[in-house]
């Protein structure tokens, strides 16, 4: 919330406009030594916490809203108009309470890519990132590119960091079409396949969704859907085709995630 003292004690009226159900701020500072601020000042935790932010502050003082999932949200958001049936409908069931309205127009999505949750089990490379699905999406890219014959209104979401070491074996497999510029191509890379946080308030027609996990390391599931922001982030900035890509005998079992059932 500091963050946005500056402009607002400037300001003879302020407007904040936020999601408190998209991706949560960022903050740098360690949760210990906000607590010891905390401690030494006295202030509890509506006054400062590491997951306070500028949005949850606004809501707070907004006498007019509604409580979506135990969090008061201030003058909320009515009619979505950035995707359709069924991310619009799995988004508002497991972050809205199913009170938002869509007023989303269907469109042609020139892509080729059909709703779904694709099974693909394998074992991690690194921390969190399967090889075999990474190898899917590649594929799935390059079968977008020959039918379009031109890079795809599409991104390469995942939960995990590990996810721009897909970049360089799509650069690689995609080479081979001359029409497109090399420097193109590295900014459509850069552009376009990333984390989750990074895609924060852009939109494609299309996201495919990289899960990534094994057995082993299916213990980060439980953060990744400890709350409804990351997939409501992952299905929203999708306007007309949404892939998950994973394992599903993990992430069909976690809370939210086992709406991408629904995928069709």
Partial sequence: ??????AIWRSKRAVIVGDP???EPVITIPEQVVN?????????KTQIQTSLSVQSMADRANPYGWITNDTWTGSPLRVHRRCVDPMFSIANEIAYNGMIYNSTLADNPHLFIQNGFVQVEGKVS?????PEQGA???????DEIRQLQDLPDLFVISPFSEIPELRQPIKQALMVYKQIENNELQKWLDAHIGTVHTFQGKQAAGVILCLGLDQKSKGAASWASSKPNLLNVALTHAKQRFVAVGDGTIWLRQPYFSKLKALK
């Fill in 1 to 6: 919330p500091q963050a946005a003292a500056g």
């Fill in 21 to 23: 159900f998209q991706i």
């Fill in 36 to 44: 010891n601020i905390s401690r030494y000042f006295g202030l509890d």
């Fill in 126 to 130: 690194g921390r969190h990132y399967v």
């Fill in 136 to 142: 899917l999406i590649r594929q799935m890219i390059i």
